[in-house]
């Protein structure tokens, strides 16, 4: 299998799986905006730590609202990852439900490509 880069989570996965691209897509979406917030996460857990550090009495109260921050986002990924999952289970399913008979595109037509499974 070849090598993948970063942000390129999906690229193997047409390889075993017949999906539609929009659901990839929304897939793709979903992770990179995952990962902007855990970046950031990162950048204000680290800005935390270097105000409790410091126990300047504004630092200490500058984190009141950066921990509220850092639980919006935790919150938000928490949902994030909530609806990745459910639409992964959808589409796999529909997929699943398509490989008797053929799926269908959104278009109404058949798609009637066969399904590999690894094995």
């Known amino acids: 299998m070849e090598p993948r880069m970063e942000g390129d989570v ?5 390889e075993r799986y017949q999906m539609d691209g929009k659901v990839l897509q929304n897939l793709q979406n979903r992770f990179v905006q995952v990962q902007y917030i855990l970046d950031q996460n990162r950048l204000l857990i ?3 730590n270097q105000n409790h550090e410091s126990k300047q009495v504004d630092h200490l109260g500058r984190n009141v609202g950066l921990i ?5 986002n935790i919150r938000t990924v928490a949902s994030l990852y909530g609806d990745l999952s459910h639409s992964f289970v959808r589409s796999v399913d ?8 053929g799926t269908f595109k959104s278009d109404g037509k058949a798609n009637n490509q066969k399904r590999f499974r690894s094995g």
Do not use: H, Q, V
Request: proline content about 0%; cysteine-free; aromatic content about 10%.
């Open 94 to 101: 529909a997929s699943s439900e398509g490989e008797s008979t």
């Open 46 to 48: 680290n800005e935390i």
């Open 10 to 14: 999906f690229s193997g996965y047409g």
């Open 68 to 72: 509220r921050e850092l639980n919006n």
